[in-house]
Structures are given as C-alpha cells and as structure tokens.
C-alpha cells in the first residue's frame, strides 16, 4: 500500500528549567510534512523559514525518518515540507521533522504503529526524548527512560498561562549545547533539580502559578550554557521583572520561553526581546498557546 500523508507538527520547549531531558511542551506554531508517490525523490520548501528546509533528500531529517519506516518496494516520493519553527534552535525544529516523516510513514503505508512505537524510533533518530514527545502527543509531556523502556505521561497544561518565546539571532546547536555539560553533578545541585522539576509539575496541576519562579530554576544545565547563551540570565530576569510566573532557556537554547499571565504576555515578550536584540543581532518573538493536539492528520492538498 502506498499512499500520501498530510502531517501538521507542533513546535516543542525541552526541559522547562529544571526538567532537563525529561520535560516537553508543545507549543502553537505548526510545521507540516505531505509525502505523495512521484517520479523522483525531490523536497519542496515552503513557509516562513523555507530557506531551512534541506533540499537534499538524505540529509532532509523528515525524509530521512519516512524512508526508515517505508517499505523497500516503495517508489519515489516528494515531500512539501512547510517550515514556520524557527531554526535558530530551541524549539524542536528536528523532533518535528522526525515525528513528521514517521507518522506519515505510519500514515501512508498503513503500517499501524502506536504512540509509544513511533515515540521509541523518534527518539532513537533525535537521541533525546523531551521534543520528540511533546511534538508526537501534544500538552506537557513527561518522559523517563527505564532500562529498554520509554515511559510517557501526558499531562494536559493550563489554558491560562499565556506562553511567551524569543528567539535571539546567534545560532546555538544542539551538539554544543550538551558537549559543555559536566558528566557528573553533585548531589546539592541534584536535589535541587528533583524538587524543582516536581514542584513545576504540582504548580501547574493546582493552580499555584506563583511556584513556577522557584521551579523554573535549573542546576544542571542553564548554568553552563549562560556562555554560549548571552541572553539567557538577563533575558529570564527581564520576563520576572515585567511580570512573567517562571522563565528558562528552550532546550538547548538561544530560544528563551516564559510563562506569564496572559494579560502580561506583551508586556513581558517587549522586555525579553529588548535583552535579545542587545545580545544580538535581532530577535523573532511569539505569544503563543501549549498545543494540546500533538502530530496530527490532515486532508491532503491537492498536487502542485
Ligand atoms: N533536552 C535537550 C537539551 C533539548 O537540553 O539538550 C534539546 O533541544
């Protein structure tokens, strides 16, 4: 069976602060993946940040997650890949790629895979599991690995908290990003991780968003990329300052994300975006939602 699959892929915050490599949160800005039978192999770019997308098909990441699962008889295919995640890095711009090609692989052939199937391969292509599973199920999403098993509890996140996102204009990648973390980490710094990390969770679910300024904070990580990220210290105080519940770096960064009111939204993107564009050359800013829905579906557009 071969056939053609519209996937439209949330953006995705890792960590949240203390959560390193265990929490995502899918975010409102939707990248979309179409795979349809032609003669070659060929990509077609689309959206705001077309220029991203790699044209060549082996290093293209959706393409490369769909022809992991495709069938060895399966022929050509083209993929118009529509890109609106910022790329500058923070925001599950690759895990989008990646559940995008695999569930329209899941998709296309028919092949049935679940949730935690497709979440075990795609975390395999990205190597950590935080973006991967909120861009699959959409909300906030807990992952923990447990010896060959990858457990994920989605939890559903707040329809209040208003979302901020600034993205400075350096580049961070990933790769450097964890090559800078310290293997090992004391067990003070670890503590203070566990409760944090816990108490985001229990700040959220009861309503006592005033927590989330101590549970954004982060020992293990966010103190060694402050050097690769200059607007990450003062770009967290400047959304508390204009009001925002919690702050942290998205991911590996340069992406910063807040939390705030949803009647501060502005007030607080203005002021990170001003340490932003100090820091750098410029800055994109979003107000955004969580995503409750995950890799969805759609009804294909017809063929160019
Ligand atoms: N949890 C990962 C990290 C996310 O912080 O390295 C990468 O976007």
């Given at each position: 069976m071969t056939g053609r699959a519209?996937?439209?892929?949330?953006?995705?915050?890792?960590?949240?602060?203390?959560?390193?490599?265990?929490?995502?949160?899918?975010?409102?800005?939707?990248?979309?993946?179409?795979?349809?039978?032609?003669?070659?192999?060929?990509?077609?770019?689309?959206?705001?940040?077309?220029?991203?997308?790699?044209?060549?098909?082996?290093?293209?990441?959706?393409?490369?997650?769909?022809?992991?699962?495709?069938?060895?008889?399966?022929?050509?295919?083209?993929?118009?890949?529509?890109?609106?995640?910022?790329?500058?890095?923070?925001?599950?711009?690759?895990?989008?790629?990646?559940?995008?090609?695999?569930?329209?692989?899941?998709?296309?052939f028919g092949l049935g895979l679940d949730d935690d199937e497709l979440l075990r391969r795609a975390t395999h292509i990205e190597g950590h599991p935080d973006n991967v599973a909120a861009a699959l199920l959409g909300g906030l999403v807990l992952t923990v690995q447990s010896d060959a098993a990858l457990h994920a509890v989605r939890v559903p996140f707040p329809s209040d908290i208003g979302i901020v996102v600034v993205v400075p204009g350096y580049h961070v990648p990933t790769a450097r990003a964890r090559a800078v973390l310290p293997a090992d980490v004391s067990r003070s710094d670890a503590v203070a991780n566990l409760g944090r990390a816990a108490m985001l969770v229990a700040a959220l679910q009861t309503g006592r968003y005033a927590e989330l300024r101590v549970a954004t904070q982060d020992f293990l990580h966010q103190p060694y990329r402050a050097e690769l990220n200059?607007?990450?210290?003062?770009?967290?105080?400047?959304?508390?300052?204009?009001?925002?519940?919690?702050?942290?770096?998205?991911?590996?960064?340069?992406?910063?994300?807040?939390?705030?009111?949803?009647?501060?939204?502005m007030r607080v993107a203005g002021a990170m975006a001003d340490v932003a564009i100090d820091a750098s050359s410029g800055c994109e800013t979003y107000v955004a939602n969580a995503a409750e829905t995950g890799a969805a579906e759609m009804e294909p557009l017809a063929s160019a």
């Open positions: 519209r996937i439209s892929v949330p953006a995705s915050s890792g960590n949240l602060g203390a959560g390193f490599d265990v929490f995502g949160l899918a975010i409102d800005v939707r990248d979309e993946y179409q795979f349809e039978p032609a003669g070659r192999d060929s990509i077609e770019p689309a959206g705001k940040f077309l220029r991203h997308v790699p044209r060549d098909t082996r290093r293209n990441l959706a393409f490369r997650a769909f022809r992991s699962l495709a069938p060895a008889a399966a022929g050509p295919y083209r993929l118009r890949a529509v890109r609106e995640i910022p790329p500058q890095g923070g925001l599950g711009g690759s895990a989008s790629a990646i559940v995008g090609g695999l569930v329209a692989a899941n998709h296309a200059p607007a990450l210290k003062p770009g967290v105080q400047a959304a508390l300052d204009a009001g925002a519940y919690g702050a942290a770096l998205s991911g590996s960064g340069p992406t910063l994300i807040a939390f705030a009111p949803k009647d501060r939204t």
